[in-house]
């Protein structure tokens, strides 16, 4: 459920009318519902209520600072994954024992950073990295909390681009050589265990490739424990999937999950953290554009958006699916057509939709990306010298620009000529 609706005939971001929101900002720009990300953000409180946990919100999938902002007030936590990210969890004001620091290649000025602002645990993915870290921290009179990424050999059955839990991927370390890196573990002078982490993708759509891993995580703590390891903390990673169709998806339910994790884990006596982010930020986010010209070609016409691949590259890149509806509402009866939804960005990939069924729409026209707020805005580029679009906030009534549009000036002054120039 998401609070992106048609009243009177005209969508709604909560209360505002994204034609209002149009008429100031200018299009495209990315719309959030403060009131769908807090919605989200509490299901998986609601659905972990029975134990200790944390839910850090997997800020790679939205990263402005005013929604880490509003999710941080609400007691989350934040997974992070790059220097960068750890600085805006704490801009948004989150302190460093909420903040996990995940990720394959983190260099020793990031673990460096965290160890001295805070950090809740690395979330450690080779037994290299333990070694690192444990020279960083000792160098430093401290001892990094860590959890080790296992890597469960578990198929996602999700897309290519975003499974991580199978032995071929880059991610953790194989499962079955865990117990000896936690034995390294215990006799470096940097490093203090505190549980395990896993992550098996993005997406997935079905609870049974998260709870085969799962079965495997609990039947680690047991033996690691049994070789005397402090085992406190298990972090499940993120990955549950949303509806990107309106109409024959299905994903699992945060409460059928959390029901899930409470029967796995219910008898270890563990605090468990979770790393959503699609979860909270996809369906609580849209990409709002106009319609430059319907283009008639030959067999097919064009719907040329004013919004193109830089802004929303997961068609692109995935051939993800995102619902695209018109902002003032199709009347009933109206006759759909097929049209191919495309941006002017010159490469034919630059393609939002094939023959996608569209009420009747004209140059000037606004229309809606649903389910855009996690992995649009964070993942958009300046291709073609397109500025970033504006990303704005909805709460209610009120809204508020939360990324303005920058100036070609900004974009082309960041540009320097060399002397010989
Ligand atoms: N934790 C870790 C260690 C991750 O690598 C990820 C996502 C998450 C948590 C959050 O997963 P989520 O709950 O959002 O599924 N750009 C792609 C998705 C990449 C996901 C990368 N890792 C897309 O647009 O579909």
Not at 98 to 124: C, D, P, W
Not at 183 to 210: C, M, N, R, Y
Request: glycine share 10%; with cysteine.
């Amino acid at each position: 459920m998401d609070h992106f609706l048609y009243r009177d005939g005209i969508l709604h971001a909560e209360d505002v009318p994204l034609t209002e929101i149009a008429a100031a900002v200018g299009t495209p720009f990315y719309c959030y519902s403060t009131a769908t990300l807090e919605r989200h953000f509490r299901l998986f409180q609601d659905a972990l209520a029975g134990m200790d946990h944390l839910v850090c919100f997997a800020i790679k999938s939205l990263s402005n600072q005013a929604v880490l902002r509003t999710l941080g007030n609400l007691g989350a936590g934040m997974d992070v994954v790059s220097g960068g990210e750890y600085r805006r969890a704490q801009a948004a004001g989150v302190p460093g024992e909420r903040i996990v620091f995940s990720g394959v290649g983190k260099t020793r000025e990031e673990m460096e950073y965290a160890l001295s602002h805070g950090i809740r645990q690395f979330n450690v993915e080779s037994a290299e990295e333990l070694r690192v870290l444990s020279q960083v921290a000792a160098s430093m009179g401290k001892r990094a909390p860590i959890t080790l990424r296992v890597n469960p050999d578990v198929d996602a059955k999700t897309h290519e681009k975003i499974a991580t839990g199978r032995k071929e991927d880059k991610f953790g370390v194989p499962i079955a050589s865990a117990r000896n890196i936690y034995a390294e573990a215990a006799t470096l002078p940097g490093i203090e265990v505190v549980g395990i982490d896993v992550h098996i993708g993005s997406q997935l759509t079905d609870l049974a490739p998260f709870e085969a891993a799962f079965t495997k995580v609990a039947d680690l703590t047991r033996e690691l424990r049994a070789d005397g390891h402090v085992i406190r903390r298990l972090d499940l990673g993120g990955g549950l999937g949303i509806p990107y169709t309106r109409s024959n998806e299905t994903p699992p339910l945060p409460l059928d999950y959390g029901a899930m994790i409470q029967r796995v884990f219910g008898d270890l006596d563990v605090e468990i953290e979770i790393e959503p982010g699609r979860l909270i930020a996809g369906n609580a986010g849209i990409l709002v554009a106009s319609v430059i010209y319907l283009k008639e070609g030959e067999g097919r016409d064009f719907l040329i958006l004013d919004a193109a691949m830089n802004d929303l590259i997961r068609p692109a890149m995935y051939g993800a699916h995102h619902d695209i509806i018109p902002v003032i509402e199709a009347v009933a009866a109206t006759d759909q057509r097929p049209v191919d939804i495309v941006g002017p960005v010159c490469e034919s990939g630059d393609t939002f939709a094939k023959q996608r069924a569209m009420p009747p729409l004209d140059a000037g026209d606004l229309v809606a990306f649903r389910s855009a707020g996690a992995y649009g805005a964070v993942m958009s580029s300046e291709y073609n010298t397109r500025p970033l679009i504006p990303e704005v906030l909805v709460k209610g009534d009120q809204y508020a620009v939360i990324r303005p549009r920058p100036s070609f000036d900004e974009i082309i002054n960041r540009d320097r000529l060399p002397e010989w120039l």
